[in-house]
């Protein structure tokens, strides 16, 4: 009997655990992070699906490396226009000459990254634009896909003079998917009754592909189009110069590509989030989790507007982003009281728990994140589980 209450008590414990771990917003599962100190150079390897220089997506691959290169003193190696035949062995180059942290810089390396980090449980590796982190040593780097979609859609709507826009895709994500349907909500908040279209290239890299989808667009009427399809939708913006209708950049500033075209760009500068992930890395704190960063963490931004838009029109979208800002500050809070909600709702059944259980210790502490008073402890009496949310709990 004796081995029994033991055994309750442990699975006791492993549940208020569990609970601390959900309530502090920790993403993913419970398996160790990787911890070492780094003693040598640094060492990271950042592998591109493009040329390094396309004006676009492996741009900034590269210049995300030259930058973790300028703050962490790291060694940085590239691979660029690797193809996806050539994706596991380039990973596994790397590893094997034991490169301490190897990026793979968009979604399409995700399949090739998960079966190396298996066969290299001590090397950290990411993918930037994917979701499928294995919570061990492959964490993912993404962008709030939403706010950008959103914020495209918004001016679009707002220069559109045919009340139709379009926004052209490079390949289909889950991500690239929603960052479509929010594309399609900015738009409709500008003009409800507007007419949008999402169409697909299907690649990033395949320009006569991307300048085909353009030109049927051209053709169609559309005379704002947002462009997120990476070296595959450069020439878009050039037939569009031609044909006078207006366009929208994406990942960097593309304003330079036609400046009387370009309106402006949905900036995703991942160089800043692929430097807090190396970081991570480089201290010993990566999680293999997913990291996510917007408007907030100051990864995504709106590209100058290079005159091509009047400060009423300007002054319209900044109130669009802080609406948006807001937004997104009441979904986190909507999201603690539901957290909150849940866990008082459990308490109660711990409280039976506790009662037949007399050689669990008098007071558990559970870690709680107050944002004003940063990691403090809660302590909960055994003998008096509240079955009211306020009562008898008291900061230490």
Known sequence: MTGVRHWIQYLFLVCLGSLVVACSGIVGNSAPSIVETPTEQFQVAILLPGPKQDQGWSQMGYTSGQLIQKKLSASV?????????EQEQQFRNYAKAGVDFIVGFGGEFIKAATTVAKEFPRIRFAVVGSEDSNNRNLGTITVNSDESGYLAGAIAAIKTKTNKVALVGGEIYPHTERQSKQFVRGAQSIHPEIITKTEWVHSWDDVEKGKAVGAA?????????????DLAGVPIHTLAQKAGVKTIGWAVDQNNLAPDTVLSSMVEDFSVAVLKAATLAQTGRWEGKQYKFGLQEGVNAIAPFHQLLSETEIAQIETIKKNNHDRQDRLVTIAN?????TVWQILPTLHIMAVFIPKIPSNINLAKRNPERGLEKRSIRKSSFPLHPFSQITWD
């Open 77 to 85: 190696q590239y691979s660029d226009n690797v193809k996806k035949a």
């Open 337 to 341: 009281v539901t957290i909150a909600n």
């Open 217 to 229: 667009l051209i053709r169609e009427g559309f005379d704002v189009i947002a462009v997120n399809a």
